[in-house]
């Protein structure tokens, strides 16, 4: 990891100036249908069916979701993936609502805020569907964890060029605002409450009504990016405050106040429409209104590009998609530029203007060299992690290098690429369990197997033995038999050890496998122990039985033992076989596993040909042909593979490490 | 003495540029303890599909420590995963072997429950226990389980198992690749 020096000099971006008589926010007209994009919520209504206004369509699907309502009446024609207003224009499922234009209304219930824990409250803003920055405004897990609130801050700054909708909303509603903050107190009692306002947002009217209230109002006047939340956090908290405040965006407290204190759950938003309109200006518009009918009502020309979000962060759609993406909660602004605006890049002509503007630190000139090169290691060495994706570096380089882009480009696909591994990790751990399952129930197979054989030859000898009256079993006998059972349980074991041996040196798992012997080891020993208790009970029973026979006692004979010891040597030899054939196809198995799943394919190729032949369809025919030719491929690769192995003098590999 | 000073000298100057060259080496890796047959399984992409020709990625990473396959047999690794082979083994990146399928887009099976007549070969097939079911139930695959291998593809004998893209999730998005725009440039007439 590389060490930076701390550069001089920081950063200050000429932002180009501001105008602030922000004109009063349009209402839109409604527009013919609504585009809502389903991120985070499941759809809880059916194409086809007739909504009322503010009626619920979709619920949170995780903590992290909030639940959406219809913004307008109308029908639902359609759920189908569609293209976000997102980064990169992903697909994600989308619902459609058609307005009927007579805008019928569920009745709203004003709520009581002097009852709501912040749990309540923050599952309440989830159900109106009442989103932060991440998430609904109040986290849940936050809530739950019932922790004091030293500080509560209230983001009202817009730092980046163009963006103006907060402005705006703070002089039209700024009651409302006030009166929101308000009820966030009430509910979640912080120690103090600041409202971070941008340098010129500050009017006269929300000073007095903040004044009244014992809040403070800070104004903000560090450059670029500081409205962020961590930054906003680190400038007004203490370091004791600084890990447990809250700083909630503007907006967001504004829906939040509505949604608590009139029951109105989120259904639009002011957006700020810039740049080449003819009617440039705030608008509150319904969620899901699609863009291309923002821009027209602002009066876009009929070729543009749009440009969503602030003059640093913001991203660019796809123009003609604008149709079909719909507005949604982080839809501040919205730029429509003369398309010819981008491009005109030239090398990097080494200025080191980007790094000296880099709130970061960070060298951008070598982080773009390495993102276009996909070097990602060499990009995080060089801080991709750090880089807050402000976008101050994008807007001075004079080469007009896409500097940012590329950026988010490679930040994201290092992101994918951790969760690509991850999944992998994951596919591997099944699959080593299956192997693991496969083993083990092939051992306990042949446990099973092993276990029968004894018994029956248990069952011959008792048998045997019985047959000849004469040969009543003595102590000693009874103990030469459970010996016997003994030996013949080791030896099952050691059958089973050479298998389990075979399987390790064949499947690689050390770990499965360790867990398996151990598993299958104590099992053994379960088994050998039954054995041995069973061997043992049937001796006491046949002595007890010689015992209440009342018979005398006769001596074993040199001849009976020795029928005896032939007895028992067929057996042994009886048992031996039996568990060797039954070892045979599990250790075949683990041998030549590459065979038999050749056959296997054989098999699976012969039975789809006769397939063919009984009802011969062109698909299984070209199947067939496709399946024909990867055997074929896999044969002449194993014939290569094996030639080359038995090639003279082939020079060994050595084993990099 | 003034030639034994010398050679003093020369051995301290050598000692001491070893001591700066080892400082300024940079530590490519820093030593994995794992076998490398391990650390090879562990940048394949466990698809488990065979279509390296072994039977599994554990069998292909074998058969890479032991020198015995070359590096460009994994389609579902693409070339990047060759890439990242090169780089272990030390070796030089190589074209997709020419008789390797093609690499295909991530994709899930799907299994048309109507048709399923629950003979439990799909799950003998599968290498992740993705698939779901018993003997003359239907089976259905658990997708997020699904590594797209296509092993149950074949098996099947009603041929009711068909692959479908896999369904980009909300954290699948990307930033478009930044294009550079190519100007052609005026050039001066040449005299
Ligand atoms: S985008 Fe990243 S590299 Fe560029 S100035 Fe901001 S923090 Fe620095
Ligand atoms: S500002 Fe642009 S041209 Fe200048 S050093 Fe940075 S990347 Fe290169
Ligand atoms: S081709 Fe790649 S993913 Fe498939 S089994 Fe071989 S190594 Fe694994
Ligand atoms: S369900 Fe089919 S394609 Fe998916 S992992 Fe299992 S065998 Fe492979």
Redesign the pocket.
């Given at each position: 990891m590389r060490r930076f020096l701390s550069l001089p000099g920081g950063f200050t971006l000429p932002l180009p100036s501001r105008k602030h008589d922000s004109p009063p926010a349009s209402v839109l007209p409604l527009p013919p249908r609504l585009v809502l994009g389903l991120q985070q919520c499941l759809p809880c209504v059916q194409p086809g069916q007739q909504v009322l206004k503010y009626q619920r369509l979709a619920d949170a699907d995780s903590e992290y979701g909030v639940a959406l309502h219809a913004p307008t009446s109308g029908r639902i024609i359609a759920i189908q993936p569609q293209a976000q207003a997102l980064p990169g224009a992903p697909l994600a499922d989308t619902l459609i609502l058609e307005a009927d234009g007579r805008d019928e209304a569920l009745p709203l219930q004003a709520g009581d805020p002097s009852r709501l824990t912040p749990l309540s409250l923050a599952l309440q803003l989830q159900d109106m569907g009442v989103a932060g920055n991440h998430g609904p405004l109040l986290a849940l897990d936050w809530a739950m964890q019932q922790c004091a609130l030293p500080l509560l801050i209230i983001n009202a700054v817009e730092d980046e060029p163009y963006l103006a909708a907060t402005a705006t909303l703070l002089e039209e509603q700024a009651e409302a605002f006030v009166a929101a903050i308000a009820m966030l107190e009430q509910v979640l009692r912080p120690a103090r409450i600041v409202l971070a306002v941008s340098q010129t947002d500050s009017s006269e009217a929300l000073q007095a009504a903040v004044s009244q209230h014992g809040w403070q109002v800070s104004t903000i006047n560090t450059p670029y990016p500081a409205g962020d939340e961590t930054t906003l956090i680190r400038q007004l908290a203490s370091p004791a405050e600084a890990a447990h405040s809250l700083c909630l965006p503007a907006d967001a407290v504004v829906a939040a106040g509505a949604a608590i204190l009139h029951g109105q759950p989120c259904i639009s938003r002011l957006v700020t429409l810039v740049d080449k309109l003819d009617r440039p200006g705030s608008v509150q518009a319904l969620l899901g209104t699609p863009l291309s009918h923002l821009l027209n009502f602002a009066g876009a020309k009929a070729n543009y590009a749009i440009t969503h979000g602030g003059g640093l962060r913001g991203y660019a759609l796809p123009a003609d998609q604008a149709d079909a993406m719909g507005l949604h909660w982080h839809s501040q602004c919205l730029q429509a530029r003369t398309p010819d605006t981008a491009g005109q890049q030239q090398d990097c002509i080494r200025c080191g203007d980007c790094l000296r503007i880099c709130p970061s630190k960070l060298q951008p000139q070598e982080l773009y060299w390495h993102c276009q090169q996909d070097n990602v290691e060499t990009a995080n060495a060089w801080g991709l992690q750090d880089c807050t994706l402000c976008g101050l570096c994008d807007a001075v380089c004079p080469s007009q290098l896409p500097l940012l882009d590329s950026f988010r480009h490679t930040a994201l696909q290092y992101q994918s690429t951790q969760q690509q591994q991850q999944q992998a990790d994951h596919a591997r751990q099944r699959h080593r369990f299956r192997q693991f399952r496969l083993e083990r129930d092939k051992q306990e197979k042949a446990q099973r197997l092993a276990a029968r054989a004894a018994e029956q030859a248990a069952k011959r000898e008792q048998t045997a033995t019985a047959a000849p009256q004469e040969n009543k079993p003595t102590p000693a006998a009874a103990d030469k038999q459970a010996a016997i059972a003994a030996a013949m349980a080791r030896a099952a074991q050691r059958n089973s050890q050479h298998l389990e041996k075979q399987s390790t040196s064949s499947a690689d798992d050390r770990q499965a496998d360790a867990r398996a012997a151990a598993m299958a080891a104590s099992r053994q020993a379960a088994i050998d122990a039954a054995m041995a208790r069973a061997a043992a009970r049937k001796a006491a029973q046949d002595a007890a039985k010689a015992a209440s026979a009342g018979s005398q006692q006769v001596d074993t004979t040199a001849a009976s033992d020795d029928k005896q010891a032939l007895i028992q040597s067929a057996m042994q030899r009886a048992a031996m076989q039996k568990a060797a054939q039954a070892n045979a196809a599990p250790a075949n198995m683990d041998a030549d596993k590459k065979a038999l799943i050749e056959a296997a394919m054989q098999r699976a190729a012969a039975q789809k040909t006769a397939q063919a032949n009984a009802a011969p369809t062109s698909m299984d025919a070209d199947k067939k042909a496709l399946i024909e030719a990867a055997m074929q491929r896999a044969a002449a690769q194993k014939a290569a593979q094996a030639d080359k192995a038995h090639a003279p003098g082939k020079p060994e590999k050595p084993e990099n490490t | 003495m003034n030639v034994l000073v010398f050679i003093a000298l020369l051995l301290l100057a050598v000692w001491l540029l070893r001591r700066v060259m080892q400082h300024n080496k940079q530590q490519p890796e820093h030593k994995d303890p794992r076998p490398l047959a391990e650390r090879i399984d562990a940048i394949l992409p466990q698809t488990?599909?065979g279509q390296c020709g072994h039977a599994g990625c554990q069998p292909y990473a074998a058969a890479l420590a032991k020198g015995e396959d070359s590096i460009n047999r994994c389609p579902p690794g693409g070339e990047e995963g060759i890439r990242k082979l090169a780089a272990l083994l030390h070796t030089d990146y190589l074209p997709f072997a020419a008789d390797a399928p093609p690499s295909k887009p991530k994709a899930?099976?799907l299994i048309d429950e109507s048709t399923c007549i629950g003979c439990t070969l799909?799950i003998q097939?599968?290498?992740?226990d993705?698939?779901l079911g018993s003997a003359k139930q239907m089976h259905t695959?658990l997708a997020a389980?699904?590594?797209?291998?296509?092993?149950?593809?074949v098996p099947c004998p009603v041929d009711c198992?068909s692959?479908r893209p896999a369904t980009s999730s909300p954290s699948d998005w990307r930033w478009g690749y930044p294009v550079i725009v190519i100007k052609a440039i005026k050039s001066e007439a040449r005299p």
């Open positions: - | 488990q599909c899930v099976a799909c097939a599968c290498p992740v993705a698939i695959v389980e699904c590594t797209g291998c296509e092993l149950c593809l198992i692959m």
